[in-house]
């Protein structure tokens, strides 16, 4: 089985490390390979570097399995899309060192970094991204296509939307809503819920603007 990570900029690294040392365990692809549409290089950090066409006629749909390595939510859904369209399955990526409880759910496509604890009776919706030393509460649920970043901690019983970013550092408040769309900035302190489709900054974390273009990064 072919494992293609789409995104080779500085998250797709980071995932084909974490799928390298996946791999070092148990072995479950015999190549892993980059897909990026604007691609620059043949080679980046050892894996071969092909387009989204280049790897549909190298390598078909019941041969490969893909993830999703962009860090922007929107635009993981829209190459969630694109892949499922064309008939590939996405891969769930679990680092070896993370740990997952019991009755957990997880969708396709999650991908879950290095020192993370994902509790028990939690849900995670398909093509949501969890990065490095980030924790999630028992019975908390987080929507599709969302971020959730580094050192990131959602108590207990926390509803997170589809496509929502939290960033760097943010603590949830047991039982807070955070809605679908919005973006939680860096070292934001969540106490209280914050509706669908907003920018949410500050200590307590508050909205200040709508999130007019969807975007994190711009």
């Not at 987080?142 to 929502?164: E, L, M, N, Q, Y």
Request: hydrophobic share 40%; glycine share 12%.
């Amino acid at each position: 089985m072919i494992l293609g990570i789409y995104g080779s900029g500085g998250l797709g690294r980071e995932v084909l490390d974490t799928a390298q040392k996946i791999n070092s365990i148990e072995e479950n692809w015999e190549k892993i390979v980059f897909i990026n549409d604007f691609k620059k290089e043949k080679v980046v950090n050892g894996a071969m570097e092909l387009t989204f066409d280049e790897f549909k006629t190298n390598f078909p749909s019941n041969s490969a399995r893909i993830v999703i390595a962009v860090g922007e939510p929107k635009a993981r859904q829209l190459l969630h899309d694109k892949v499922t369209s064309n008939g590939y399955d996405l891969h769930t990526l679990i680092h070896p060192s993370a740990f997952v409880g019991t009755e957990t759910e997880l969708g396709s496509g999650v991908i879950i970094q290095y020192g993370c604890f994902v509790s028990c009776n939690v849900k995670i919706g398909d093509n949501t991204l969890v990065q490095p030393n980030a924790n999630v509460g028992h019975d908390s649920t987080i929507g599709r296509d969302a971020v959730i970043s580094s050192v990131v901690t959602i108590s207990g019983t926390c509803k997170i939307g589809d496509r929502t970013y939290i960033g760097v550092g943010v603590p949830v408040k047991e039982n807070t809503i955070i809605g679908a769309d919005s973006i939680i900035g860096m070292g934001s302190v969540v106490l209280r819920d914050i509706p669908d489709n907003v920018i949410a900054l500050g200590n307590p974390a508050r909205p200040m603007k709508d999130n007019e273009n969807g975007r994190v990064f711009k």
